[in-house]
């Protein structure tokens, strides 16, 4: 079965960049959509990005002009490339297939953006 593991995250002042990876130990092409997931203390996970296998994308309005996913299907990999940050960004990153199955949840990647 395929193994999602996050990284990238880290602490960062608003404003600040960070560029998030989210490698599968097996092939994801098959996993049709790819999404980025975040989860902020005391609140639900939420969508925040996703891209299709044919390499359409779609960005939450919070994020959308601030944040670009893209997927490298021969590394297997999908990647977020998260610019101006905001200390509202801060969570726990995850990455999983849209929409989100139980099956593959890592430990996710926390973003700290500090005001």
């Known amino acids: 079965q395929v193994q999602l593991v996050e990284s990238g995250g880290g602490l960062v002042q608003a404003g600040g960049s960070l560029r998030l990876s989210c490698a599968a130990s097996g092939s994801i092409f098959s996993f049709d959509v790819m999404g980025w997931y975040r989860q902020a203390p005391g609140k639900q996970r939420e969508l925040v990005a996703f891209?299709?296998?044919?390499?359409?994308?779609n960005h939450a309005d919070p994020v959308k002009g601030r944040f670009t996913i893209s997927r490298d299907n021969a590394k297997n990999t999908v990647y977020l490339q998260m610019n101006s940050l905001k200390p509202e960004d801060t969570g726990v990153y995850y990455c999983n297939m849209v929409p989100g199955s139980n099956a593959y949840w890592g430990q996710g990647t926390q973003v700290t953006v500090s005001s």
């Open positions: 891209i299709t296998s044919g390499g359409i994308t």
